[in-house]
């Protein structure tokens, strides 16, 4: 009995040994979590207090910065960039006609932004956006003004370029707006004739770097440019893949097409029946489309138009491969045209190039 007794005294002592082990070993453990913890804590707290040293913020945006990593994107085209630009890139706004007479066009497929409408007989003209980021060796053939494209421009202070004008742009653009004007009528070294291959009108081109020199010139004490910037968000295809087609005028050939590219979420420009084509061969793919409906009206027997650009309307929006119902709204003749989904919240538009298409009814697109 007694060495029962003994036995299961060890047997006891082993059994608090054993407890009295773990125990130990859980304190050491949770010592070195909370030496982790409170290192870690104090390496926050430094980084905590030198941002909040260096700058004006609420704690809370702190915070959030140091928890979400940025991504800077190019302010025209949405595209990500290494760093964040000094300045907003300065825009040149250039008047390209597309009369069948001028094809094959130079430097449409490099444009970041391309507004298309109607001028006279119902041919449409396009104002084409760069960038003084850019390099674009041919552009055009360069075409005259209409006041509604120098809406379009001076909304994103670009500097408007273009051979000669209408009556009314001439004036607006002489007594009433303080558009940054590049008329070729006076400032020719600034652009250059292809006479042996093409005939006048159509025979007027200029490059990005003649344009960055004129700015330079011309227009050194310019302000910095302050124009709106529009949302920007990465592709996210769909499965509907629509393309869109317009009816321009009576016959095809002015007709457009935006013909869906899976493989590369885009849209490839058709006129008439075929792919357009820029002289030096190259095709016009666009990431976002957008339509929209206006007021157009013939107003002289030139068949020159007047079309509202300020306010706001009805519009469709092409991306991703699915075309949708919106609205556009420019408050003034200097704001930048801008859209919003039905319910009211601004388009974040693909990362890459936009070509806006201008109609008088919506009735004149067809969703394929």
Same mark, same amino acid.
């Given at each position: 009995m007694k060495k029962i007794r003994t036995i299961l005294k060890r047997i006891q002592k082993k059994v608090e040994l054993r407890r009295k082990l773990a125990s130990f070993v859980s304190? +050491?453990?949770?010592?070195? +979590? =909370? +030496?982790?913890?409170? !290192? =870690? =804590?104090?390496?926050v707290v430094i980084v905590f207090v030198v941002i909040m040293s260096t700058t004006n913020k609420p704690a809370g945006e702190v915070i959030q910065d140091i928890f979400e990593q940025e991504v800077i994107r190019h302010p025209l085209t949405g595209q990500i960039i290494d760093a964040q630009l000094d300045n907003l890139p300065q825009v040149f706004g250039v008047m390209v006609?597309?009369?069948a007479d001028a094809w094959p066009l130079s430097g449409l497929d490099q444009a970041f932004l391309v507004i298309e409408a109607p001028v006279e007989g119902s041919i449409p003209r396009f104002i084409a956006f760069f960038s003084d980021d850019q390099e674009v060796e041919k552009i055009g053939p360069?075409?005259? !003004?209409?006041? @509604? @494209? +120098?809406?379009?421009?001076?909304?994103?202070q670009a500097m408007y370029t273009h051979v000669g004008g209408s009556p009314e742009a001439l004036e607006l653009i002489k007594n009433t707006y303080d558009t940054l004007d590049l008329n070729q009528f006076w400032y020719a070294d600034f652009f250059y004739r292809?006479?042996?291959?093409?005939y006048a009108p159509h025979n007027v081109y200029t490059t990005?770097? =003649?344009l960055k020199e004129a700015f330079d010139e011309i227009f050194d004490d310019a302000e910095v440019p302050s124009y709106d910037i529009w949302q920007f968000a990465d592709d996210q295809p769909v499965e509907t893949q629509s393309s869109i087609s317009i009816d321009w005028s009576d016959g095809l050939t002015y007709d457009v097409g935006?013909? @869906?590219q899976e493989e590369t979420n885009s849209y490839l420009r058709y006129q008439g029946l075929s792919a357009m084509k820029m002289e030096d061969g190259a095709v016009i793919k666009t990431n976002n489309i957008a339509v929209i409906s206006t007021d157009i009206r013939v107003i002289d027997n030139e068949g020159r138009r007047s079309i509202v650009t300020v306010g706001s309307g009805d519009a469709l929006i092409a991306q991703n491969g699915e075309v949708y119902l919106a609205r556009w709204e420019k408050q003034d003749h200097d704001d930048r045209l801008k859209f919003y989904t039905t319910d009211g919240y601004e388009i974040s538009f693909n990362a890459g190039k936009t070509w806006i298409e201008v109609v008088s009814s919506l009735s004149q697109v067809e969703i394929e």
């Open positions: 304190f +050491i453990k949770q010592k070195e +979590i =909370l +030496i982790g913890i409170s !290192a =870690l =804590l104090t390496v006609e597309n009369s360069v075409r005259s !003004a209409r006041p @509604y @494209y +120098i809406d379009w421009n001076d909304g994103l292809q006479n042996s291959t093409r990005v770097e =003649l935006w013909k @869906y």
